[in-house]
Every structure is written in C-alpha cells, then in structure tokens.
C-alpha cells in the first residue's frame, strides 16, 4: 500500500522551490529567467517550476524522495522582481569543467515546459569555485599581441569573400592580397569546411605559402584563422594538427554547431599545439535573438570564456547583425576583465569574478567599413579584434588597397583615442585628415559614406 504522504496527482512546486528570502552562498550558481507564465498559471508557481524542473523536481511527490537530501541539492527560486526570476542552484548539481552540464540542467528541458507560455535566461552568476574547474582561453590578449607584435590598436582581421566557391589557389591570392595590404589576419568564414571546391587540405597548403611570403614581404607577424570545422571530433583534430604541421599558429571553430564537447577536446588540443583560436558563434541567433524566449548571448559568452576561446563574435552595433550598444559593452566587458559588477543598463544582473581565467578579444564582425571605426572604437576600446569582410574586398581596387584603408583609418582613430579626444564627435575630421596621406582611405570613405545598417 502506497503511503498517505504520496498523493496521486500534479504537486504544487512553490510548496518546495519556491523560497523567497533565501540568500544565496558564496558557492551557489545563480540565473536570472524572463518569465511569461502559462494563462491560469501565476508568475511564483512557474518561477518555482522552473526551479523545480532544472533541479531536483518533478510533477509528483516520488518514493525515492526519501533516499536523498532534497533541501540540500534543489533549486530555489529566492527573489521575483518584475517577470524576472533569480534561481539558486548549489553548486553540486553540476560536474566539475562541463558547459555540456550546466546547458543539460538549466536549459535543457524547462523551455518546453507547460507552466511557461515564454522563459529567457538572461544572465547568470558562476561561481569562483566552479569558474576554478574550467581551463579558460589557452592563449589570450597579451600572448596573442606578443605573436603579432601589435600594442597600440585593435587587431585588424578580414574574412576571405565570397564566403564559398573560391578554389584554394585563388582563396590564397586572396588571403595575400589582405595580408600584404595591412591586415594582421584573415580568416575562413564559418561554412567553408572542405567543399568539392575547396578540399581543407589544399586550401591550408596554399593559404599558408601566402602567409610565408606575406611575412618576408611586410616584416610583420601575420596569420590566417584556418577552419577546422567538421563533422566528427576526430577530423577537427586531424585538421588542426595539420594546421599546426604547416606553419601556423592560428586555427577558427564554429563551437555552437561543432558542440560544447567536440569544442573541449579541440580546445585541449589546441593548447597542445600552441594554437590560437578563433571562435565563430554560427547558429546563436537561433535562440540568443528572440527577446522573450531562448538565452541571452552575454550566457554564452561566459560559458565560451569558461571553456576556453581566444577571440569571438559579439556583433558590432553599427554593423550588419543584431546588437545594442550597452549590452554589446557589457559583452565585451565579460570577455576582457578579471572582475565585472552588476550593471542593469548593460544587461548585467549580477557580479561576476573571473578566478583568473584569461581575457579573450571581443570580435566586431559583419557589414562594417571604414567609416564605421571611430562607432567601432568607442564601442570597443583598443583590446578588440576588428573583422573587415566586403569592407575590404569591396574597395573600388581591390583587397589590397581595402586593406590599406582599413589599416590607416584604425590606426588614425586608435591613436586620436589615445590622446584622449572625442572620437565619436570629431571621428570624421580624423578619417579625413589620414585620407589626407593614404589615397586609399579616401576612395573607401567616398565609396561608402552613408552606407548604414543603424543601431539597435
């Protein structure tokens, strides 16, 4: 006979998850959820549902119940504040340096869940003793600015265009155009893998003979962020120990698409290698833009810096993808400091230290030209990596000269930052007067003046 305690029937989750008051420890995860409850269904119920089901919960009181510590490991809902739920979670819900955890029991089945008509993480506070089991990025700002020998402006890349059909041959005139003409980098976008085109292996072969002499040519340190991304862990390896065979330091993932897991192996791997990596956040928008349903980016940002990347995509606020100008700074701020504080107009709910895990460089990335760096600039500050894809193939003549002008408007808005000017208010006067000595410059700022894709 089934004891009188286990009624039949659905149980109320405020009765357990719901804990108002409740202050949470040192070592306690904590979220902050956009709430829409289900009709019928009040917001404290299905704050404490979702408590409930990415923890210790389900929908009826169980007989097993009784062979654990429920009051110890369950989730508790502590504070509502508006629509927005915060949820404790101690810290031994989760496995030591696993993203692929944390994502399977916080977002891994409550967005599905009836009691929720929409829910939205929008931020949420690692712990140092959980922060303590990551690796955090293998290279990081300083090291990769001693390989490039660059200190004094942002990191100048360019993503090779058009993003498929090019043959690896033509794809390495390319990436020496770029080179030759000022970038630091370039790179593979996200979806040139190993094509019939463009198999991985001739086009890394030919990519990096163009480095080589890009480098004897320039007398900088230059690179190219090979893509590694593929369909089963082992090739990722494969591809990056490649990389590695011919010459360079710096390889490029899609780490959404490729998966938390394969991107901790490749990761560890990497860092094995002396490799850099460039991470592309390919597929994010699918649930980072919907604003009252999915995670917030600035989530994934902090995982991404838990497990490791040296640079990745935020969006630029004045380019081409999606992204508000407070929240794009917040972004950037979780990327590059050692501590971060609350600040709600950034989007940040909660204090977050980084246990000294390196800094990795926010990428700006996507329908961005000349005109847009002093925007750029003040956004960023001078520890980002500026990604100019049509912004330099496009030029009136060429790559080459696109690059130039990329390079001389960067360097003419850094140095105006240094000195402490208004870069925003007298952006245009700075192009101008570099346009004055780089012919380049000019024919790129009279291409695209008031091409604009606004701002959030």
Excluded at 102 to 126: C, H, T
Excluded at 408 to 413: I, L, R, W
Aim: aromatic share 10%; with cysteine.
């Amino acid at each position: 006979m089934a004891r009188q305690q286990f009624v039949a029937g659905v149980q109320p989750y405020r009765k357990t998850y719901y804990e108002p008051g409740y202050e949470p420890k040192e070592t306690d995860l904590l979220c902050a959820f956009r709430i829409e409850p289900s009709p019928g269904i009040p917001l404290e119920e299905a704050a404490a549902a979702v408590a409930a089901e990415s923890s210790t919960g389900t929908w009826t009181e169980v007989w097993s119940q009784e062979m654990t510590d429920l009051h110890r490991y369950k989730g508790r809902c502590y504070a509502i504040d508006g629509n927005t739920a915060y949820i404790a979670y101690p810290l031994d819900l989760f496995e030591e340096g696993s993203i692929v955890n944390v994502m399977s029991s916080i977002v891994g089945n409550v967005f599905g869940f009836k009691a929720v008509r929409a829910l939205r993480l929008l931020d949420m506070r690692i712990p140092t003793a959980y922060l303590k089991t990551f690796p955090g990025p293998p290279t990081g700002i300083a090291q990769e600015r001693d390989r490039l020998k660059v200190y004094h402006r942002p990191l100048l890349g360019g993503t090779i265009k058009p993003k498929l059909g090019l043959g690896p041959k033509e794809f390495a005139r390319v990436v020496y155009e770029c080179l030759v003409g000022g970038l630091d980098t370039t790179k593979d976008d996200e979806n040139l893998n190993s094509q019939p085109f463009c198999r991985w292996r001739d086009r890394y072969l030919y990519v990096m003979d163009a480095v080589h002499r890009a480098e004897e040519e320039t007398g900088e340190a230059k690179g190219h962020w090979l893509n590694v991304t593929a369909g089963d862990t082992e090739e990722m390896l494969r591809r990056a120990e490649f990389a590695k065979e011919v010459g360079s330091r710096y390889i490029m993932v899609d780490f959404l698409t490729a998966g938390f897991s394969a991107y901790a192996t490749l990761r560890r791997r990497a860092e094995e290698l002396g490799l850099m990596i460039h991470c592309h956040r390919a597929m994010h928008a699918v649930f980072t833009r919907p604003k009252d349903h999915g995670i917030h980016f600035r989530v994934v940002a902090k995982w991404l810096r838990m497990a490791g990347g040296d640079h990745v995509h935020t969006g630029t606020v004045v380019g081409k993808l999606e992204g508000a100008r407070e929240e794009v700074r917040g972004i950037a701020d979780l990327l590059r400091e050692e501590f971060v504080p609350a600040n709600p107009q950034r989007g940040l709910l909660f204090d977050q230290p980084w246990a000294g895990l390196k800094p990795l460089f926010p990428v700006a990335s996507g329908g961005i030209h000349v005109w847009h760096v002093p925007d750029l600039v003040s956004i960023y500050g001078n520890d980002a990596f500026f990604l100019f894809g049509g912004g330099t193939h496009g030029h009136p003549r060429g790559s080459r000269a696109g690059a130039r002008a990329n390079r001389a408007a960067v360097e003419a808005v850094a140095a105006a930052y240094r000195e402490g000017r208004d870069i925003l208010a007298e952006g245009r006067q700075i192009l101008q007067d570099a346009a004055r000595t780089c012919p380049e410059l000019r024919e790129a700022m009279e291409l695209w003046e008031g091409v604009t894709f606004g701002e959030e």
